[in-house]
Each structure stands twice: as C-alpha cells, then as structure tokens.
C-alpha cells in the first residue's frame, strides 16, 4: 500500500534541489518507522577516483552510514574496502601509503629472481609471446597486473571465507565489462580481489581477466556509474560520487596518449554515466579537472578535493539534512566490520590453469603445506615466490569451502611457450646494435627451454642454449650451449722517440661449443661445471698480416671448469643494495696454435694452463639514496695463453664480452694481460627519479708484463694504472642512458663514453 510522503521526504527533496530520481511522491514507509535505505555509487576515474575516499571522511563525520554500495573501477575498490570494514581514515592511510608507481610496473626485484634467469630479465624494449608460431604477438595489456593481485588480496584478507558480497558488513556489488558479449556482469560474489582487479582492467593498459567464457575489463567501459544496481539492490536514497570523464570533453583535455586511449575505450561508459547522474538524490562531482587518471602520486591532494566536495554549501546542506533525519530512526544492528582472521585451516593445496608445470613445483615453491595453517604473510610471500619464477603470467589464490572446511585454490596462468624479444642498443666503442632473442619453453620435455639470440652490430655475437631444469623445485639445471662473437682490437706501437705509429688490427672471431651442470643452492646463488671446446680464427688486418707473413692464426682448446656465482643485487642496471661475487676456475687442456715465433705475441703457448678469476661487487647502501661500492677483481693464470684468450681491460659501459673486465681510464681493450689484481671504490647518488649520479676510483697491478695497444702511451710505472671515471645515467622506460667521463691519472688522458639501451 502506497501512502503520501510525509513532511520530512519534502523537505529532503528540497534540500536535495529536486534531483530527478525524486523518491516519487509515493513512498512506502511502513508507518513511518522505517529508515530509508541509503545507496552509495561509486564512479571509475583511476587516480581521481581517490576522491571518492575524502566523500567518505565526510560521510563518516555526519554519521551517514550506507546500507548499499556499487561501484566501478577505482570506485569497485574504495567501495569493496569500505564495505568489508575498512573506515574512511584507514583508507586515506592505505593509498597515502601504497607505492602506486610499483605495482603498475609488473616488476620484480632483482634478488628475488632465480639466479639462472637473471641473465634475461628486464633487458628488451620489445616483446611479443604466443603459444604458436601463427599466434606470436604483443601482449593484451600493457601490464599484466600481477603486482596489483597481489596487494587486492592481502588488502581484502578479510573477505576471506565469505562466499556472497551480500554477507559484508555493507553489501556491495561492483561491475566489469565482457568483451565477448558487449554486457556488464556484476560481481555479487566469490573473490572480492578478483572482482576488484576486473573492475579496474582499463582496455589495452591491464590485461583483462578471463572468467568462465568471459573476458571481464574496466566496468567504465560500459557503465562507469552503477546507479540502476544500486536502486535494484534496495536503495532508497542514492548517493553519487562521480569522478569520471565528461561527455562533452574539449580538444584541450587530451594531451596525452593515455587520455586519448581510456576516452576512446569508454565513451559508451560516460554517455550512460550522464543518464544515471539524473537518478541520484544527491551529487558530489569533486572538482579534479586539473588532475589525471594516473596522477596516482597526489593522492592526498585528490582525496582533500573529495572533502572539499562534500562540504560545498549545497552538498553538505544536503547531507546535514539526510543525517538528521537518519537520526530520528533506531541506529542500524548487526553492522559490524568483517573479522580479521590470523590465518586459515586448510585441508588440501589444488592448482588450476596449468599446462606445463606440475604441481608438485607450485606447492614446493610456494612453502605451504596441506593440512595446516596459513597466514596473509605466507601466501603473500608465496605469490612472489611463484611469480618470481618467470613461469607464471599471473596467479593468485582462494579459499574454496569443501565438506566444512577449506581447500587452498592457486589460479595460475603460465607464459606463453613462444617469446621474442628486441632491443636496440648504442654506445661510441661497439656503435649501434640490433639485439633479437627467441626463446621456446618445454621442447622435446617440460621445464626445458631453448633459447637463442643474436646480437647483429659491427662486433656480432650470437647465442644457443638449451637448458633443461630438474627437481621438485627445479634447482638442478642441464644446459648445452654454442656460442660465437667477433671483436676488433686495434693495433699500435710506441718508438722511444715517443712517435705513435698505427700497424693496423685483429680481428677475432670466437666460436665455443659447451655443456655445463649444476644446482642452485639458493636464489641467488648456484655451483656449475662446464666442459668447453673453443676455437679462436684470428685475423690480422691492415698490414699487420705483412709484418708477421700471416693472415689468419687457428687456436683451439678444452677446458674443464668449476664455478660459484652469487648475486643478490636488487636491480640489473641500476643496483642501490646487494653483492654480486663470481669465482671460476677453469682447467686448459692441450690447447693448440697454427702458428708461432720464438717471442713477441705469438710465441709458443703452453701445452696447459690454468686460470682462477675471482670477481666482487658490493653495493652497500647508506640512506634511501646513497650506495658505497666497493670492488675487488683477480685473474691469474698459470701459463701464457694464446692472445686472444687473455684477460682485456677496459671501459666503463654496459658492454662485456668473454674475458673482459672494466677499467677506469682506459678505453675497452686497451691492455691485454697474463695475470693482474684491480681495486676499485665508488659510490653511487640517486639524485632523483631514475637518475643517477656515479663515481669509481680503480687501480690495476699486473703480475706479469701487461701490452698495451693504444694511440697513445699509457705510461705504465710499476706495471699499475690507476684512474677515476664518474657517471650520469638516467633509467628510461626504454632502456638506461649513461654518459661517463674517465681520466687516467698516469698521463691524464681524458675518455668520454656514452650508451643507449640494454646491454647484452
């Protein structure tokens, strides 16, 4: 039965300057006892949706406590985390607190990748995946979205357990878009994480989220203000915070690509946000025209903007009038935040979405055990242990209730088995370089992968590799492996006179066939042997096959090697903390020349030899911003070798290649030695976002006589050099740029080097 409104529905109606979704003019009151039901909306925005959080803040303060919420990308989280309990100021402290900027890159710490991976990870501009040849191509999203899965679920760990959103404190739906099908679907249970990260899937930015038959992205993609689900829920009165893109934008508002890219994904969504803005009772549009969708690093600036909105005059007049008649109804029962359990009983450890991969490898890796308990911080350690393995594009968990208690469900999708990769790369010693990188996971055998690349340049190199890994937690590794690289050493020779006279170059071209084993005894760390076979085509050029009557030299050798590596460096590039250790040991076994004299560079090798290099690194950290750097690096070897297999010194880039160290004050392959120890300190100066400033003082001592073949003397005294090189660096988005200046104080000649991209 319908009656009149009362007096207090005008007055509100009043207040609420006539909104079009008026309450009707007949309102069920059941004899004016009952408290009007109060929907909250939530709107999309990305970073201007934080707004939202500051509308909240001033709810709180009136008292005003929503009976239902729904919401839409950014606003699917303020509204999901205020519904299992979280207050407004806990919220402002969460996103305050969030380092935004890293969980949109998808990246994971240096040290917390697997040692055998760590040669591949983050070095290429480019990269396309598939699972066959036909369907190689880029990824469906710019960010795979597994750092922001992670924190919704440790974020949401209080939602565990409770299957229906209806069961929240507050009930709460939220909306994703299907591709599949052009429709919304609503979220109303299951893993509010989950519902979260589809809601705010922006099309082309997030990767979106398969469900059943469905592909979910940003819910704003079709309707970025869910007011019709919040009536449909029950809602009498409707709130509406709307942070979302007008629908009568100006050319003047694009001025990025990221604005062009998310107003063209969801137009339809702003043209059905302005139809549901005439069914809100009260409108709080907070004034952020200034601020963008990804302006995430204002967050406290946005969310002061929400409470500047909702104390505008008409606003809160408005919502002064709501809370008082609130207030004349008895206070709501049985609202009480979610429980925060300290973890969960859990009876068995299920996988979903593997392919590969078995799951013996997802329970070893993730240190959870079935029939125990298990905390937020276990599986939040967990995931990243998993994800960190490189396997898995994505994986998250639930908890399934099954015959009274809990399974622990991992939902897992692994990479595709077809990645290439491209990178372009420059500096002033090895020029410009194409780098190309091919890889196929599980050939012939599962946990395998082969892998090549091709460094195409003025000094090529080029790589295959076939690794194959073993044991539950795939710590023992299988590779063989052929690799080959060219180099051009220049050739010069110094009279007494002091006149410098050209006489020409080398040219190498290695080729090196080996097979290695070994075990990774943590993360960071491994022990390998390794069997060679290697055969040096040396080449003298530009005269220098005149003086010696020789155009090309062949020298070949075994080597049997033992090997410890260490790196727990926390980024590949630009490293603040950690330590990088290598020791070889490597055992010459009849190595052989085509050529030889009595003395001078190609005189008689011996019939073995023996090399020990042992290399360090330390980045000790002092501060947010400051790293000591010291550094300590021996090669010894017990016989002369052939020249081309000596120790080369030189240069201060990116660029390394077989038997190569850095050197201040020298440029790359200025002197070639038998034997000689380095000693170097530096430092190391964030001097703001992703710029670095360096600096290294290193000296070097040769045991036996170091060549030099250089325009100039290098005037060595003692048999040491010493010199100081200092860095300027920026880590672009697209590769680091480093320019360094090096003098070398025994004659003070100054070097200047530059370089673009990853190194190989």
């Known amino acids: 039965?319908?009656?009149?409104?009362?007096?207090?529905?005008?007055?509100?109606?009043?207040?609420?300057?006539?909104?079009?979704?008026?309450?009707?003019?007949?309102?069920?009151?059941?004899?004016?006892?009952?408290?009007?039901?109060?929907?909250?909306?939530?709107?999309?925005?990305?970073?201007?949706?934080?707004?939202?959080?500051?509308?909240?803040?001033?709810?709180?303060?009136?008292?005003?406590?929503?009976?239902?919420?729904?919401?839409?990308?950014?606003?699917?989280?303020?509204?999901?985390?205020?519904?299992?309990?979280?207050?407004?100021?806990?919220?402002?402290?969460?996103?305050?607190?969030?380092?935004?900027?890293?969980?949109?890159?998808?990246?994971?710490?240096?040290?917390?990748?697997?040692?055998?991976?760590?040669?591949?990870?983050?070095?290429?501009?480019?990269?396309?995946?598939?699972?066959?040849?036909?369907?190689?191509?880029?990824?469906?999203?710019?960010?795979?979205?597994?750092?922001?899965?992670?924190?919704?679920?440790?974020?949401?760990?209080?939602?565990?357990?409770?299957?229906?959103?209806?069961?929240?404190?507050?009930?709460?739906?939220?909306?994703?878009?299907?591709?599949?099908?052009?429709?919304?679907?609503?979220?109303?249970?299951?893993?509010?994480?989950?519902?979260?990260?589809?809601?705010?899937?922006?099309?082309?930015?997030?990767?979106?989220?398969?469900?059943?038959?469905?592909?979910?992205?940003?819910?704003?993609?079709?309707?970025?203000?869910?007011?019709?689900?919040?009536?449909?829920?029950?809602?009498?009165?409707?709130?509406?915070?709307?942070?979302?893109?007008?629908?009568?934008?100006?050319?003047?508002?694009?001025?990025?690509?990221?604005?062009?890219?998310?107003?063209?994904?969801?137009?339809?969504?702003?043209?059905?946000?302005?139809?549901?803005?005439?069914?809100?009772?009260?409108?709080?549009?907070?004034?952020?025209?200034?601020?963008?969708?990804?302006?995430?690093?204002?967050?406290?600036?946005?969310?002061?903007?929400?409470?500047?909105?909702?104390?505008?005059?008409?606003?809160?007049?408005?919502?002064?009038?709501?809370?008082?008649?609130?207030?004349?109804?008895?206070?709501?029962?049985?609202?009480?935040?979610?429980?925060?359990?300290?973890?969960?009983?859990?009876?068995?450890?299920?996988?979903?979405?593997?392919?590969f991969t078995s799951k013996d490898f997802v329970v070893g890796m993730s240190g959870i055990k079935e029939n125990s308990l298990v905390t937020r911080i276990q599986l939040d350690l967990a995931l990243k242990s998993l994800y960190s393995t490189l396997i898995f594009d994505k994986i998250a968990y639930v908890f399934v209730k099954e015959n009274g208690g809990y399974d622990l469900l991992f939902e897992v999708k692994e990479k595709d088995r077809i990645l290439a990769n491209a990178n372009v790369y420059y500096d002033n010693f090895f020029d410009a370089g194409l780098l190309i990188n091919l890889s196929y996971k599980h050939l012939f055998v599962n946990s395998s992968n082969l892998d090549f690349t091709i460094d195409i340049s003025k000094y090529p190199r080029a790589l295959l590799a076939y690794h194959l890994y073993g044991g539950k937690n795939k710590r023992l590794f299988f590779s063989l492996g052929a690799n080959t690289q060219s180099i051009t050493i220049p050739n010069y020779y110094e009279f007494s006179s002091s006149v410098i006279v050209s006489l020409g170059q080398f040219r190498n071209n290695q080729l090196q066939f080996c097979a290695s084993v070994g075990h990774s005894i943590t993360q960071n760390s491994k022990i390998e042997f390794k069997g060679s076979y290697v055969s040096n085509f040396f080449y003298l050029q530009d005269g220098l096959e005149n003086m010696y009557g020789i155009k090309r030299v062949l020298a070949t050798n075994f080597s049997l090697e033992a090997g410890y590596h260490l790196n727990t460096l926390n980024s590949p590039i630009f490293p603040t903390r950690g330590a990088r250790l290598d020791i070889t040991y490597r055992k010459i076994l009849k190595p052989q020349s085509s050529y030889h004299a009595s003395e001078g560079l190609f005189e008689k090798i011996s019939s073995e030899n023996e090399i020990l290099i042992v290399d360090y690194k330390h980045y000790i950290r002092i501060g947010k911003r400051f790293s000591i750097i010291p550094e300590f690096t021996l090669g010894y070897m017990s016989s002369i070798p052939f020249y081309a297999d000596k120790f080369f010194l030189g240069g201060s880039g990116f660029n390394s290649r077989v038997n190569t160290f850095n050197q201040a004050g020298i440029e790359p392959y200025q002197i070639a030695t038998d034997n000689f120890v380095k000693l170097g300190l530096g430092m190391q100066l964030k001097i703001a976002k992703n710029w670095y400033l360096s600096g290294f003082g290193e000296d070097a001592f040769f045991i036996n006589h170091a060549e030099t073949y250089t325009e100039e003397s290098l005037q060595l005294n003692g048999e040491t050099i010493s010199g100081w090189v200092g860095s300027l660096a920026y880590n672009s988005v697209i590769g680091p740029l480093k320019f360094t200046v090096s003098e070398n104080t025994n004659n003070h000649k100054f070097y200047y080097y530059f370089s673009f991209g990853f190194p190989f």
């Open 1 to 355: 039965m319908h009656k009149i409104a009362p007096l207090y529905i005008v007055v509100i109606l009043y207040l609420f300057s006539f909104g079009s979704r008026a309450f009707a003019q007949d309102v069920e009151i059941n004899k004016m006892t009952k408290r009007p039901k109060i929907g909250l909306v939530l709107s999309g925005g990305g970073a201007k949706g934080l707004a939202q959080v500051g509308v909240l803040k001033v709810l709180e303060e009136l008292g005003i406590r929503p009976d239902y919420i729904t919401g839409v990308s950014m606003g699917s989280i303020v509204g999901g985390l205020y519904s299992i309990g979280y207050t407004a100021h806990e919220l402002d402290s969460l996103t305050s607190a969030i380092d935004w900027n890293a969980i949109f890159t998808d990246e994971v710490s240096f040290d917390k990748i697997g040692i055998n991976i760590k040669p591949e990870y983050r070095k290429y501009q480019l990269s396309f995946s598939g699972d066959s040849l036909k369907g190689v191509g880029l990824p469906l999203g710019m960010v795979r979205g597994q750092l922001i899965s992670e924190m919704f679920s440790n974020i949401c760990w209080r939602a565990n357990g409770i299957e229906s959103f209806d069961d929240f404190p507050i009930p709460f739906r939220c909306l994703a878009s299907d591709l599949i099908t052009g429709k919304t679907y609503m979220f109303k249970s299951g893993s509010l994480a989950k519902a979260m990260r589809a809601s705010m899937a922006i099309p082309t930015v997030f990767t979106p989220i398969v469900k059943d038959k469905m592909l979910l992205v940003d819910g704003g993609v079709i309707n970025n203000f869910p007011v019709q689900k919040c009536i449909d829920m029950g809602a009498d009165i409707i709130i509406g915070v709307y942070v979302g893109s007008s629908a009568n934008p100006q050319t003047k508002d694009f001025n990025s690509m990221i604005k062009i890219l998310t107003q063209s994904a969801s137009i339809l969504g702003v043209i059905n946000a302005e139809e549901s803005l005439k069914m809100v009772d009260i409108k709080i549009l907070p004034n952020i025209a200034e601020y963008s969708m990804e302006n995430f690093g204002k967050s406290r600036e946005i969310v002061q903007l929400g409470e500047d909105a909702a104390h505008s005059e008409k606003v809160y007049k408005q919502l002064l009038a709501l809370s008082k008649e609130l207030k004349k109804y008895p206070p709501l029962e049985n609202i009480k935040p979610t429980s925060i359990k300290k973890d969960f009983a859990i009876k068995k450890i299920r996988v979903n979405g593997l392919k």
